[in-house]
């Protein structure tokens, strides 16, 4: 009897394992079937000179990829949906400073964070764009809304505040892949 339950444990923890395994796998390829591909660092192995820290992780529905600048503010990137992509760029701010800004002054802010990543090397020119794209168009942008830029792309500046640290969120997305997607 005792050899039939020993027999019988060794096979359930078998049977688990197993399906463990599986499991593992199969979490290891999200985005696999996704049109638009999986979310991939903007900043890989070359980081711009005012980055002191980088961190990116893929989980079952994200991207999430975490800057911190030298000067304490935080970037993080999220890549979202699977056909339906979008990035949302939250920027943490700790400084007093931006507690009180005024809603417009939030989109001039967006533009000088993009121009600043756009300017710090020849692959991240395309940030340098967006800001130039916002400005552009700032006179019609209002804090929460989404723009459209041109057609199809879309842009949406955002802010959280607290007594500790202010959130600027910008949003992008675009029509249709390898662009993203709203």
């Known amino acids: 009897m005792k050899t039939k339950l020993?027999?019988?444990?060794?096979?359930?923890?078998?049977?688990?394992s197993c399906k463990e395994k599986e499991k593992s796998a199969e979490e290891k390829k999200p985005f696999a079937d996704c049109k638009c591909g999986r979310p991939t660092p903007i900043f890989n192995s070359n980081v711009p000179d005012f980055v002191s820290g980088h961190n990116f992780a893929i989980t079952s529905d994200a991207g999430v990829e975490i800057i911190t600048y030298k000067n304490g503010t935080k970037l993080q990137i999220v890549q979202t949906g699977c056909n339906d992509i979008r990035q949302e760029f939250s920027f943490i701010y700790t400084e007093p400073k931006f507690r009180n800004l005024a809603d417009s002054s939030w989109v001039n802010n967006a533009i000088d964070e993009f121009r600043k990543i756009g300017g710090s090397a020849p692959e991240f020119q395309p940030f340098a764009l967006w800001g130039n794209?916002?400005?552009?168009?700032?006179?019609?942008?209002?804090?929460?809304?989404?723009?459209?830029?041109?057609?199809?792309?879309?842009?949406?500046?955002d802010k959280i505040a607290s007594a500790t640290e202010t959130t600027m969120i910008v949003t992008v997305y675009a029509d249709d892949c390898p662009g993203l997607k709203k």
Not at 133 to 157: C, N, P, S, T, Y
């Open 133 to 157: 794209a916002i400005e552009a168009r700032k006179q019609e942008f209002h804090i929460g809304e989404d723009k459209e830029l041109e057609k199809g792309f879309f842009v949406k500046v």
């Open 6 to 16: 020993l027999v019988l444990f060794l096979l359930t923890i078998f049977f688990y």
